[in-house]
Structures are given as C-alpha cells and as structure tokens.
C-alpha cells in the first residue's frame, strides 16, 4: 500500500493550495479517504473526510467553508482543495485510508 501527498508549500495567508494523495495497492473505491494534520507541538486532527463514491464529507469545524475534500476513483487520487488559508492551517498534513498514512506533505501559511 502506498500513499503519497503532493501539492503543500509556502503560501501566504489568504492563498489557496491544493494537495493531492495518490494511492496504490489497494482497491481505492471500496475506502473512505481522509486528511489529517498535526502541527508542532499538536496532536493529529481530522480534517476532512469523504466516503468510497464520495456522496457523503465531513469537515473539522476550524476548515468549513474554506476546504474542499474530492476524490476521482478513477485515478485513485483524493484531493484537498484549501482557500483563504490561515497561519493556524499550518501544520504537516497527512491522507489515510484508516488502515495506512501518508509520508506526509507541509503545509506553511505565512507573510
């Protein structure tokens, strides 16, 4: 199983990224994907879900409104759209299919 996030960086506050997991070695639609986030100091939190068709999200309170968590089964990749991004956002964020995690990609938000 592999998991791997792209798409994090620097970005100042109000900006927008989009991160991205492509996964492998597993039957990818049959799997509620997530978005984690821990930053320094913190525990890892949840930040957004989506079932295995993707007809049913959730979002951690502290990103509604501003995150969007997508998925094409048909490229095995979850997305996560972020907008008017804060300096609380910044954190490592990881994808997960409740049984495996990402390496991991940064997610800095900072004049």
């Given at each position: 199983v592999q998991l791997v996030e792209s798409g994090g960086g620097l970005v100042q506050p109000g900006g927008s990224l989009r991160l991205?997991?492509?996964?492998s070695g597993f039957t990818f639609i049959n799997y509620v994907m997530t978005w984690y986030r821990q930053a320094p100091g913190k525990e890892?939190?949840?930040?957004?879900?989506?079932?295995?068709?993707?007809?049913?999200?959730?979002?951690?309170?502290?990103?509604?409104?501003?995150?969007?968590?997508?998925?094409?089964?048909?490229?095995?990749?979850?997305?996560?759209?972020?907008?008017?991004?804060?300096?609380?956002?910044t954190a490592m964020y990881y994808c997960s299919n409740l049984e495996y995690w990402g390496q991991g990609t940064q997610v800095t938000v900072s004049s």
């Open positions: 991205s997991c492509a996964a890892r939190e949840l930040v957004a879900g989506i079932t295995s068709v993707g007809s049913i999200t959730n979002y951690a309170d502290s990103v509604k409104g501003r995150f969007t968590i997508s998925r094409d089964n048909a490229k095995n990749t979850v997305y996560l759209q972020m907008n008017s991004l804060k300096p609380e956002d």
